[in-house]
């Protein structure tokens, strides 16, 4: 009993003095956890950021890879060759079998790199062939192949869409609704990346020069009436007597100081929210803007990922991808009259990508829900073993289910009675949309021509597109047909 007296004495002995250097106890606790978050920084390094950080193009290890690594080949979701590496002359020579039709998309690995070239460079260089095999290569100093990537691209759409566009300047992209699949990207005017180094000064120094633009995900622009989605979606989020609107359309509305025209003067007369959205009727909308709350306004169009980072076409998961630029709306509660009036028809400040407003149209097909946007299906090693697959899962929800029904069938009005009837007698599909005829300059009479929109197939499937031609016009004359030829290649083939 004595020795255990004098253990518990002992042990009070140890306590009194550790509590007389608790500052040594606080410098041991702060170390330790410095030191475990730099152990979870290197970690996350690892395993999470070293594709993105071995991919920087100022990174030389990408170097160290290519000299151990044969570059592996991009195919398209049914493996049909995109590019792929010629060694028959002993030399590594990048070729691209279908020239310009998939030029930004893909890319190109000369003078630089870029597209999938670019964004896919960390995992073309890696190889995951037998391992047995990778040995004996390195012991006789003979390359790896590197791995390929299957891409969700698909060709007769990629296509259809590269045709329909033709030699217009503007960009076209198509999604699968439902899955996130990125199936074209079309970006005018274009380039063959097989002979890139023959163009590469004469483009690089000409001013103002876009040949090697993805205007698909880098191209901003005022998205015209095409943003009268985000207009009528807040007007009815705020009045649920939205069916009762009403207005008097003479050609134009003026508002403290501000005047806004309807597309060639038109004068639409007595409507409601449907046919003011159908017909495109600046005049109503410039009206309807002026009765919305702007706080609401604004965190609407950040919900539908205005002034918030896009979610860029992903290349496996965590792994390097497009970055796809930031759109702008400049709503506030110290929007002046003018700025309120100019946003809600689409106009002033407000700047988009086609690549947007597509996630935008898919979002509404899909129920108001936004599938991740990917590019790259799966990586396989040459021999066709799956390395890695993307996994099909939801981004976030841009809108209710009911919310989307509502603006689904404000769209599905654009094709039956509004500017979108180019649309109209489509065969194996219904068609969902909005038209936007877009000033870009003090000339009033110059307009980008858009379109953004949906089909659902009469197989089920929805794909959402969007398209803009510079300069082109009228977005129901101009924009629709090209979307209408990607849909007809896609739903009856």
């Given at each position: 009993m ?34 475990f ?124 869409a ?15 609704a ?54 009528a ?13 009403s207005?008097?359309c ?8 501000t005047?806004i ?25 410039a009206?309807?803007?002026t ?15 205005f002034?918030e980072?896009?979610?860029?076409p ?17 709503i ?24 947007h ?20 299906e ?6 066709g ?7 099909i ?14 603006v ?42 858009w ?27 101009v ?15």
């Open positions: 004595i020795k255990v007296f004098k253990y518990l004495k002992d042990k009070l002995n140890t306590i009194k003095d550790l509590s007389g250097n608790k500052e040594i106890i606080r410098l041991t606790y702060l170390f330790s956890a410095i030191f978050a730099l152990i979870c920084y290197v970690l996350i390094v690892v395993y999470r950021d070293s594709a993105s950080i071995i991919n920087n193009s100022y990174n030389k290890r990408e170097e160290l890879y290519a000299k151990k690594t044969v570059r592996g080949s991009i195919l398209s979701s049914n493996k049909e060759v995109l590019a792929y590496t010629d060694t028959s002359d002993s030399n590594e020579n990048r070729v691209y079998p279908y020239g310009r039709l998939f030029a930004h998309v893909v890319g190109y690995n000369i003078k630089g790199k870029a597209g999938l070239e670019s964004s896919a460079n960390f995992t073309l260089l890696q190889s995951n062939a037998f391992i047995l095999e990778r040995i004996n290569n390195e012991l006789n100093s003979v390359k790896n192949i590197g791995d390929n990537i299957i891409t969700t691209l698909d060709i007769n759409t990629q296509l259809a590269y045709e329909a566009l033709s030699n217009k300047t503007g960009a076209v992209v198509v999604m699968d439902e899955t996130g699949r990125i199936l074209a990207m079309v970006s005018k005017p274009d380039f063959d990346p097989n002979n890139i180094s023959d163009i590469w000064d004469s483009v690089v120094n000409e001013k103002g020069n876009t040949t090697l633009l993805n205007k698909t995900t880098q191209g901003l622009y005022p998205p015209g009436s095409t943003f009268k989605i985000l207009t979606l807040e007007y009815m989020k705020e009045n649920d007597d939205y069916t009762d609107y207005f008097d003479p050609g134009y509305f003026e508002y403290k100081g005047k025209n309807c597309y060639h003067g038109i004068k639409h007369g007595q409507v409601d929210l449907k046919v003011s959205f159908s017909k495109s009727c600046n005049a109503s909308f009206n309807i803007t009765k919305l709350n702007e706080n609401k306004f604004k965190n609407t169009c950040e919900e539908l990922l002034n980072s896009i979610p860029s992903s290349i496996i998961d965590s792994r390097s991808s497009f970055i796809a630029k930031k759109s702008y709306v400049p506030n509660s110290k929007s002046t009259p003018d700025e309120l009036i100019q946003t809600g028809i689409g106009q002033g400040k407000t700047e988009v990508s086609p690549y407003m597509c996630l935008i149209s898919a979002a509404i097909a899909n129920e108001g829900v936004l599938m991740n946007p990917i590019l790259v799966s990586i396989e090693n040459y021999t073993d799956i390395v890695s697959s993307a996994r899962r939801p981004y976030k929800r841009l809108l209710s289910k009911e919310d989307s029904d509502k689904k069938e404000l769209m599905r009005g654009v094709i039956t009675d509004g500017t979108g009837t180019k649309l109209k007698d489509a065969y194996g599909y219904t068609a969902y949309g909005k038209t936007g005829s877009a000033e870009f300059s003090s000339n009033k009479t110059e307009s980008h021509a379109f953004t929109g949906f089909a659902e197939g009469n197989n089920g499937k929805k794909i959402a597109i969007s398209v803009i031609i510079e300069n082109g016009g009228s977005g129901g004359q924009a629709i047909p090209v979307a209408r030829a990607v849909f007809d290649s896609y739903f009856n083939r």
